[in-house]
C-alpha cells in the first residue's frame, strides 16, 4: 500500500500513514506465506525476521539523528568559541545570539555565518597590514629614513582598525614627502645641469655624477642628500653669477673702448653677436679682446685720454654740475700730459660719477621731471598774456587749458616727492645736495619766489597802464594820434587789417564826432596792451525813439584778468579812445555857439 507524500500532511497523518503501510505489508506477507505454503511456526520466524529488520531500521535512524544533533551541538559550542576568540582579535564587541535562544540548527547556522564574516574582516586586515608594511618600507627606504622613525609597532595578532587608519596615514605623508621631495629634486637637478653646462663643468664627484647621470626616481631622496643637491645648486649659481657679473664687467669695458676707439658699428655687432652669454670660453674670447684694445688704446693714448675728457664733461652734464663744482671735481693732473697716470685719473673719475649718479638716480630722474614740468608751466603762463591766442581755432586753447589744469596738479607733487628725496639725502649726509653749484632746495624756493615777483610786477604795470588809459579817457590823451580807419596810436601795422564787422552788418560813418575832428563809427571794442581794439561779446543797447541822434554817453571801464582792457561802450554808438581827441578840443566844441548835439558828442564843421 503506498502512503501519500503530500505537502501539507501533518506529522500525526504521516505516522498513520506508516502503521497502515506496516499492517499492509504484513498482510500482503501473510498471503505469500500462505500461498507457499508455510505453516504458522515458519510464518512466526519470519515475521521475527521482519520485526528485528524494522527495529534495526528504526534504531540506526534514531542513532544517525542523535549523532547529527551530538554534531550540531558540538559546531555550535565550536563556532561560538570561534566567533568570540574572532571578536576579541578583532576588538568588536560580542554580538552572538544567546545561548538556547534559538533551535539548534539556527543557532548553529547563525554562529557559521558571523564567523565567517568575522574571518573575512579579519582575512582583509591582515592583508592591509601586510601591504601598508610592505608600502612603508618602501617609501622609509626611498626617502633614506631610518626604519624605526616614526614607526609604530605591529600589535599582536590581528591589527584594529584605528592602527590601520593610523598606519595608513603615515604612509599617505611619507608619499606626500617623496612627492614633495622629488619634486624638489628634480627642480635642483635641472638648475644644476643646466649651470654645469653653462659654466662648462664636468662632474667632479660621485655625488655630482649621480645627480647628472641618474633618473630622478633612483637618486635617494634623504634629507641630506637633498640638502647637499642644493648646496651644490647654491655653489654653482654663485660662480655663474660671479661669471655672468665677468663678463658684464669686460663687455663694459670692451665696449668703453670701442667709443673711445671708434670701432665701427658693424665690427661691434658681429663680435657681441659671435660671443653671447658667459661661459668660460666666452668670457676667455672678451677677455683676448680688451686685450687687443688695451694695447690700441697704449698706440692711442692722446686721443683716448681727449675721450675720456669728452666722457667727463657727459657726466658733469648728466650729473647737473655747475661751473664751480666741475672745477673741484676736475682730476689733479696736468692738461698737456698724456700719460696711463692721466689716463688712469680721468677713468677713476668717470667711474666715481657713473657710481654717483646709480645711487642717486632717483633725484636726479625727480629733477628732470620736475625741470620739465616747470618749464611747460612758465609756458602756458605767458600764453596767458598772449592776445593771439584766441584767435585760434584748432582747440588748442582747451588743450592748453587741460594741460594747465594737469601741470597745477601734478607740479606739487612732483615737487613735493623731490622735497622728501632731498631733506632724507641731507639728514643723512649732513650737506646739501648741490644742483649747478646751488642747493636744489634752494633752486625749487627761489623759483616760485621770482614767479611771484614777476606776476605781481606784471600786476602793478596792468595798474599803471588802466589808470593811464583811464586819466586819458577823463581828460584826452595829450599824445597825438593818428585816425586813420581803426588803427591805434601804438600800432600802425593794424591800419592794414580788415575792420570788424559789427555782428555781420556794415559799419556807417558817424555825422558825430569829438571837437572838430571826425571819428568813424566803431563796435564796441576792447582795448588791449599792444593798442589792438578788439570787438565787445556785450551787445548794443538800441535807443527807441531817437532816429540818428547819438544817446548820452555812458562809459564802463573793467580791467581785464590777464591782456589788461579797457572796454569803452557808448549806448549803441561807440567810439575807440583813439578818436575822442584832446581835451581842448573837447572844451572848444562844448562852447561852440553853433552846437547842437548832446553831451560830448560835438558835431563836424559844416555840418548842421
Known sequence: MAVSNGMGASRQDLISGMRKCVDAGLNRLDLVWEAIGLVEEQCCDRTKVVFEHVQKLFNDMVDEEELLKTRLQERVVTFRGEAMATLAELGLEPDLPLENSLALVAMEEA???????????????????????????SLVEALGMEELNGRTDSPVGVPSKDFLQKLRERVENLDEEKTRRLQMYVSIQESVLHLMKELEREPQSDFEESIAGNQPESFLLSNDNIKKADELCQ????????????????????????????????????????????????????????????????????????????????????????????????????????TDRVLEAYEDKVESLRIYYEEHAQIYQK??????????YLRLEAKTNDPSRY???????????KERTLLKKELPKVERDLKGLLTDWQTVNQKYFIVNDVPYLDVLDADWSEFKSHKEQEKLARKTRAAQIAEDVTYGSKTPVKRKGLATPSSAAITSAKKPKLFNTPVSASRFVHSSLRSPRVTPGVVTRSGIITRSKSKLA????????????????????????????????????????????????????DRVCRSSVIPQDGEN
Open 542 to 593: 538800441k535807443t527807441p525813439g531817437k532816429g540818428d541822434v547819438a544817446a548820452p554817453l555812458s562809459r564802463r571801464r573793467i580791467l581785464g584778468a590777464h591782456n589788461d582792457t579797457i572796454i569803452i561802450s557808448k549806448g549803441d554808438r561807440d567810439v575807440s579812445v583813439a578818436s575822442t581827441g584832446s581835451y581842448g578840443a573837447f572844451e572848444r566844441g562844448l562852447n561852440a555857439k
Open 391 to 401: 584767435k585760434n581755432r584748432g582747440g588748442q586753447l582747451l588743450k592748453e587749458g
Open 111 to 137: 554562529l557559521r555565518t558571523r564567523l565567517d564574516a568575522l574571518d573575512k574582516e579579519k582575512t582583509a586586515r591582515l592583508r592591509t597590514l601586510v601591504r601598508l608594511r610592505e608600502q612603508e618600507e
Open 235 to 338: 655653489d654653482l649659481k654663485k660662480e655663474f653669477d660671479s661669471l655672468e657679473m665677468t663678463a658684464m664687467s669686460l663687455r663694459n669695458q670692451v665696449e668703453l673702448m670701442w667709443n673711445r676707439l671708434n670701432v665701427p658699428q658693424e665690427d661691434r655687432d658681429k663680435f657681441a653677436q659671435d660671443y653671447p652669454g658667459c661661459k668660460p670660453a666666452i668670457i676667455k674670447r672678451w677677455r683676448v679682446e680688451l686685450e687687443v684694445l688695451e694695447e690700441l688704446k697704449k698706440q692711442n693714448m692722446k686721443e683716448f685720454i681727449i675721450a675720456i675728457k669728452n666722457e667727463l664733461e657727459k657726466w658733469w652734464d648728466t650729473c647737473m654740475f655747475g661751473p664751480e663744482q666741475r672745477r673741484e671735481d676736475s682730476p689733479d693732473v696736468p692738461d698737456d700730459e698724456f
Open 367 to 376: 629733477i628732470e621731471k620736475r625741470t620739465k614740468m616747470w618749464e611747460n
